[in-house]
């Protein structure tokens, strides 16, 4: 019989290790960006150089307080850590829907609508595109009250 708690515990460890890789590179990442040495980051926190190299390398695990000295160090907010994981998983998921979207409808345009789509985007002027525009919402609002 299998102990499901000891998987579950497998997985959560390697959920936090990915977690303390995908810090790491980021603060590597934003180390490199404003030209400091891990030296000077790990004099700026108190730690030596290869402390440093564990933390970007996601061996050491990095608690709040060190991340939160490591982000004064850096000149950025703590959170800043996670935004790009929070970007990432948002691009994601947009790209998904985008995805989801194109194979629910927009792709199954007529050929009437595809023609109508090409040539609006066609025409440079954004002003006359969005008068283009403001007149078919009309248009449509008016033969909706119609029905």
């Not at 934003?30 to 996601?58: D, N, W």
């Not at 050929?111 to 440079?124: F, R, V």
Request: glycine share 6%; net charge positive; proline share 1%.
């Amino acid at each position: 019989m299998r102990d499901y708690r000891y998987n579950s515990a497998i997985k959560k460890e390697v959920r936090v290790i990915k977690v303390n890789k995908e810090i790491g590179l980021r603060i590597k990442h934003l180390r490199e960006e404003r030209k400091i040495s891990q030296s000077a980051l790990g004099e700026a926190i108190g730690v030596s150089y290869q402390q440093v190299q564990k933390y970007e390398k996601g061996i050491s695990p990095i608690t709040v307080e060190r991340l939160q000295q490591i982000a004064k160090a850096l000149g950025i907010a703590p959170a800043d850590f996670l935004v790009n994981k929070f970007e990432d998983t948002v691009k994601e998921r947009l790209t998904r829907y985008e995805q989801g979207k194109l194979k629910s409808g927009i792709a199954d345009l007529t050929k009437d609508e595809s023609g109508l789509l090409k040539a609006y985007k066609s025409i440079g002027s954004k002003r006359l595109r969005q008068s283009i525009l403001s007149h078919l919402k009309i248009i449509a609002k008016m033969e909706n009250a119609l029905k």
